[in-house]
């Protein structure tokens, strides 16, 4: 496993890392006394930042590491990373190279992909967890390609078990018909035309995601563009590399995912074959919700179904 240096950034939550929401059970001043951040250095050379959320019980369980989906910044997740300390767990989130926290400069700058995230960001992040809490429990949380992470990561054996969120294969036309909609687009012309321009793509400006690095799109577009998705693409290697991952790994659906489709979600989790998976489809209704989609789950308006779906697996 790579080795990576590490340097304390603040005691104290950011501004914009606070709850969206205005009545958050989570205070500025709670947050501020469980939250450290720090900046890791990976042997790419670039740096990341990741967060430890400090376990509000005596006796810590074990450490969770939540991996976010693409384009999607870790502060997101602090709602969910709260909760999880009240069940006994610290927790760590991270956001990859180009995303978050985690531009250095502009973000036309990054020179990562996300099979560059998996060998680089996600090893660092693990060996950070390694020196920290060598002597827990390490649950990996994956969302969307957080979950692919499992499978192109170079070892998965610091992690005891994990947990995939809304992960599926990215391949268009079998996604959920939302999705399924402007996502041609998004692949044969929105990409093609402003990544090779800009340098980047402008999530920001276009109010889709955020602003993502070119490596990240272009190869993202070209895993898309495969029935097989990225193993399809990138051949033989990494189909062997998804196959040879033994952690066990519980997969979380939304019924209503409106990006993922259980056929999405069915060939990324099939692509593990030597790991023990059991799989966990989540109506809405059932946990007392009219919606839940494909990004949002990790808010505070979703504890109750964290209970109910979370808690289970955690605390069982």
Same mark, same amino acid.
């Given at each position: 496993?790579?080795?990576?240096?590490?340097?304390?950034?603040?005691?104290?939550?950011?501004?914009?890392?606070?709850?969206?929401?205005?009545?958050?059970?989570?205070?500025?001043?709670?947050?501020?006394?469980?939250?450290?951040?720090?900046?890791?250095?990976?042997?790419?050379?670039?740096?990341?930042?990741?967060?430890?959320?400090?376990?509000?019980?005596?006796?810590?369980?074990?450490?969770?590491?939540?991996?976010?989906?693409?384009?999607?910044?870790?502060?997101?997740?602090?709602?969910?990373?709260?909760?999880?300390?009240?069940?006994?767990?610290?927790?760590?989130?991270?956001?990859?190279?180009?995303?978050?926290?985690?531009?250095?400069?502009?973000?036309? &700058?990054?020179?990562? =992909?996300? *099979?560059?995230?998996?060998? +680089?960001?996600?090893?660092? @992040?693990?060996?950070?967890?390694? #020196?920290?809490?060598?002597?827990?429990?390490?649950?990996?949380?994956?969302?969307?390609?957080?979950?692919?992470?499992?499978?192109?990561?170079?070892?998965?054996?610091?992690?005891?078990?994990?947990?995939?969120?809304?992960?599926?294969?990215?391949?268009?036309?079998?996604?959920?018909?939302?999705?399924?909609?402007?996502?041609?687009?998004?692949?044969?012309?929105?990409?093609?035309?402003?990544?090779?321009?800009?340098? &980047?793509?402008?999530? =920001?400006? *276009?109010?889709?995601?955020? +602003?993502?690095?070119?490596? @990240?799109?272009?190869?993202?577009? #070209?895993?898309?563009?495969?029935?097989?998705?990225?193993?399809?693409?990138?051949?033989?290697?990494?189909?062997?590399?998804?196959?040879?991952?033994?952690?066990?790994?519980?997969?979380?659906?939304?019924?209503?995912?409106?990006?993922?489709?259980?056929?999405?979600?069915?060939?990324?989790?099939?692509?593990?074959?030597?790991?023990?998976?059991?799989?966990?489809?989540?109506?809405?209704?059932?946990?007392?919700?009219?919606?839940?989609?494909?990004?949002?789950?990790?808010?505070?308006?979703?504890?109750?179904?964290?209970?109910?779906?979370?808690?289970?697996?955690?605390?069982?």
């Amino acid at each position: 496993m790579k080795n990576a240096t590490q340097t304390d950034i603040s005691q104290s939550a950011q501004p914009e890392t606070l709850s969206e929401s205005s009545n958050s059970a989570y205070t500025a001043a709670e947050v501020s006394k469980s939250v450290v951040e720090h900046k890791i250095v990976t042997d790419a050379g670039h740096s990341i930042v990741l967060k430890v959320f400090n376990s509000q019980q005596v006796s810590v369980k074990g450490v969770c590491v939540v991996a976010a989906a693409t384009g999607v910044a870790q502060y997101l997740y602090q709602d969910f990373a709260l909760w999880l300390t009240t069940l006994g767990y610290d927790v760590v989130t991270f956001d990859y190279d180009g995303i978050g926290l985690s531009v250095d400069k502009h973000v036309k &700058y990054c020179k990562s =992909d996300v *099979l560059s995230w998996a060998y +680089n960001d996600c090893p660092a @992040v693990l060996d950070f967890v390694e #020196r920290h809490f060598f002597d827990l429990e390490c649950i990996w949380i994956g969302h969307s390609v957080g979950g692919h992470m499992l499978g192109m990561m170079p070892n998965t054996a610091q992690i005891s078990r994990a947990i995939t969120v809304a992960a599926g294969t990215g391949t268009w036309w079998y996604n959920s018909t939302p999705t399924k909609r402007v996502s041609w687009f998004l692949w044969y012309f929105l990409v093609p035309v402003t990544v090779p321009l800009l340098g &980047y793509f402008p999530g =920001d400006k *276009l109010n889709i995601m955020c +602003n993502l690095p070119k490596g @990240v799109m272009m190869q993202w577009r #070209r895993w898309c563009l495969k029935e097989g998705y990225a193993v399809e693409k990138e051949g033989q290697w990494l189909k062997e590399r998804f196959a040879n991952v033994n952690v066990p790994i519980h997969a979380i659906a939304f019924s209503d995912d409106e990006m993922m489709s259980m056929k999405n979600i069915d060939m990324l989790h099939s692509q593990f074959s030597s790991a023990n998976i059991t799989r966990q489809t989540v109506n809405p209704k059932d946990v007392g919700h009219k919606r839940i989609g494909h990004i949002g789950w990790h808010k505070e308006r979703y504890q109750s179904m964290w209970e109910q779906v979370f808690k289970p697996l955690l605390t069982g």
